[in-house]
């Protein structure tokens, strides 16, 4: 049937087919049937990724088909969503191995953008714990695949957005808890080289991120409040919590019932927010014990938060740096705080080694922004993809939603090889979406 669609950015939206399936029969006849087909999770990618010709909703495929609760290995469908998995392991005793900063993606989502979090430069990407998982390809065949066999194509659907064939089915390990919660730490950085160094300074944190304010000048540029966090043991919960350590009371969320007007969003507004979100932090450091919910998923307590960027949507821009190129991250900043066009929530984190395919992380920095949808924008992305690719530096495709497609050939490493694998599993562009379109992979 034909719908409206977008991602959780709002931009682009687009007229197209999208069908739900619930047996693996019926998908393989549709997927004989047509072509410029992509599979589609939750819509929380941001930008044009999994939007299609022809969208195939995974959200019916959601069902847990083995879960070793000694080992701590879940075997579920790709439709399946973070959320819904939490609400399952954390009673037992686990936790997601890696999570975003939102639970309301699917498995299949999570393995096809290699989602990283805040512990990557301790236990990597998503991908890096998946025993195997089952992809369905263009000639209808559905293959097993892992670090260990069919590795080409398990290499090229980890990080490859969708485009080798459809994820129908993974399997992959837990991390052990022994509570619900967090034992969280926050350091006021009073600029950019103090947070570089707090980074350094407690890496041996399992969990790290940094809130920026791009929009400062002078001393005060990149001020900062790093945040980092362990999974606290019961003699740390308080004498309430540790009555039901594994559990934790549902909160009312709020919501944002409409798209925000447009004039909402300005220099001003985000200075405001910036500054009180670093005075709300009143001491130079703060500890605390907190549930997992608002460690990991801050903004999930906000429904429907994207419409706080307006009727136009937004861009979340995310690039990777490696280590020696800090000149690369500041140059990118002082062009973003020169603009004044700064972001509510800018996030900085440090990415450890990573040895993939095509996936987004490597050993570096890695800043994340949001920029309402307005004229001139896409101009100054542009400028700051130039300074990217110079300083050796890409961009996250789950994020991207308007990379020219010199840009990507330019940044990744192995996009040849990449294009190459999904030719082989793909050569009719069976698979397709306007990403891939737009960035020459399927063409």
Not at 65 to 94: C, H, M, R, S, Y
Not at 381 to 395: A, K, S
Request: with cysteine; aromatic share 12%; charged share 20%.
């Amino acid at each position: 049937m034909q719908k409206r669609l977008s991602n959780w950015g709002n931009y682009p939206v687009i007229t197209s087919e999208e069908n739900a399936f619930t047996q693996e029969d019926q998908l393989k006849r549709y997927v004989a049937a047509h072509k410029g087909i992509i599979a589609r999770g939750n819509g929380r990618c941001y930008g044009d990724a999994s939007l299609g010709k022809n969208n195939v909703s995974m959200l019916r495929y959601d069902k847990v088909l083995a879960f070793d609760v000694q080992q701590g290995i879940l075997d579920v469908q790709a439709g399946v969503t973070l959320d819904q998995l939490l609400e399952i392991i954390v009673p037992k005793g686990w936790f997601l191995p890696v999570t975003p900063g939102t639970k309301y993606i699917t498995v299949g989502g999570a393995v096809a953008s290699d989602v990283h979090g805040k512990n990557h430069h301790v236990d990597g990407t998503f991908s890096n714990h998946v025993i195997d998982m089952d992809v369905l390809l263009a000639d209808g065949t559905v293959m097993t695949c892992g670090p260990d066999r069919h590795t080409d194509l398990f290499q090229a659907t980890a990080g490859g957005m969708g485009l080798t064939g459809i994820i129908t089915r993974v399997k992959f390990t837990l991390k052990k808890i022994s509570t619900a919660y967090i034992r969280q730490s926050q350091f006021k950085a009073a600029n950019l080289d103090e947070v570089l160094r707090l980074f350094d300074e407690y890496k041996h944190y399992t969990y790290s991120m940094a809130w920026i304010d791009c929009l400062q000048k002078g001393d005060s540029f990149g001020r900062s409040i790093l945040i980092v966090g362990e999974h606290a043991t019961p003699e740390e919960l308080n004498a309430q919590q540790r009555k039901a350590p594994l559990t934790i009371p549902p909160k009312r969320k709020l919501v944002v019932p409409f798209n925000l007007p447009s004039f909402v969003l300005n220099k001003l507004t985000v200075k405001a927010f910036n500054a009180l979100y670093y005075a709300k932090n009143y001491k130079k450091e703060m500890h605390k014990v907190i549930p997992y919910e608002p460690f990991f998923y801050p903004l999930d307590a906000i429904l429907h938060w994207n419409r706080g960027y307006g009727k136009a949507g937004f861009v979340q821009y995310q690039f990777v740096l490696s280590l020696d190129q800090k000149e690369g991250l500041v140059a990118i900043m002082k062009r973003i705080s020169e603009k004044g066009w700064g972001s509510f929530l800018t996030v900085l984190k440090v990415f450890g080694p990573q040895d993939s395919l095509i996936s987004f992380p490597m050993e570096g920095y890695t800043l994340a922004m949001d920029f309402p949808v307005r004229k001139g924008l896409f101009e100054f992305l542009d400028e700051l993809d130039e300074i990217v690719l110079q300083y050796g530096g890409r961009l996250y495709l789950s994020k991207d939603a308007r990379m020219q497609q010199q840009i990507f050939w330019k940044s990744y490493p192995n996009a040849q090889a990449f294009a190459d694998i999904v030719k082989q599993y793909n050569p009719e562009a069976r698979f397709e979406s306007l990403q891939s379109a737009r960035l020459l992979l399927t063409k």
